[in-house]
T-cell receptor, first 112, second 119 residues
């Protein structure tokens, strides 16, 4: 599975868009990009996933570059409750039982 | 729906003691997982199950055993606890879901965690 690289930490002002980058330059054609987040002391929470098209749901938008070597998770209007560690994970499709590998992630601090 | 629940929430053990952590889900999910998370680290997969009666090793299985006798429950056992097993343990489950691409993807639902200390 492709490895991912994320900045260890980022700050964002409340109400502004938070843009979290992820590099996955060795991604294969049969691998999804997943984003999860973990709010302090809680279990991780699924946010969104994508293959090659941009995706949007009620929580966030995912922008994947055309060559699929990097992606950006966008929280359009960050709130204090979005303060969390955000994990970018690359994993192949096919078997929903495949394990996800959670690396270090990006610690996002939303400030008032 | 209660989602994914874990029992107990906290536990302190002495070295050499045994215990079982219980994970239950009421969403009829096929897949279940046990992770551990050490301070300042990401999650590491211990064992997982792709269905009732089946289990498989994850990234860090040594010192743990699991069982999935019922679809809704996934048990994690420590036969002889060691201080290195002090951690927060998370259980997760996931359904078989197919995305807009027509291929399955992995949306895992996590429990609240069990904080285990081994003295």
């Amino acid at each position: 599975d492709a490895k991912t690289t994320q900045p260890p930490s980022m700050d964002c002002a409340e109400g502004r868009a938070a843009n979290l980058p992820c590099n996955h330059s060795t991604i294969s054609g049969n691998e999804y990009v997943y984003w999860y987040r973990q709010i302090h002391s809680q279990g991780p929470q699924y946010i969104i996933h994508g293959l090659k098209n941009n995706e949007t749901n009620e929580m966030a938008s995912l922008i994947i570059t055309e060559d699929r070597k990097s992606s950006t998770l966008i929280l359009p209007h960050a709130t204090l409750r979005d303060t969390a560690v955000y994990y970018c994970i690359v994993r192949r499709w096919g078997n929903a039982g495949n394990m996800l590998t959670f690396g270090g992630g990006t610690r996002l601090m939303v400030k008032p | 729906n209660a989602g994914v629940t874990q029992t107990p929430k906290f536990r302190v053990l002495k070295t050499g003691q045994s215990m079982t952590l219980l994970c239950a889900q009421d969403m009829n999910h096929e897949y279940m997982y046990w992770y551990r998370q050490d301070p300042g680290m990401g999650l590491r997969l211990i064992h997982y199950s792709v269905g009732e009666g089946t289990t498989a090793k994850g990234e860090v299985p040594d010192g743990y055993n699991v069982s999935r006798l019922k679809k809704q429950n996934f048990l994690l056992g420590l036969e002889s606890a060691a201080p290195s097993q002090t951690s927060v343990y998370f259980c997760a489950s996931s359904p078989q879901k197919v995305g807009t691409s027509g291929r399955s993807y992995n949306e895992q639902f996590f429990g609240p965690g069990t904080r285990l200390t081994v003295l």
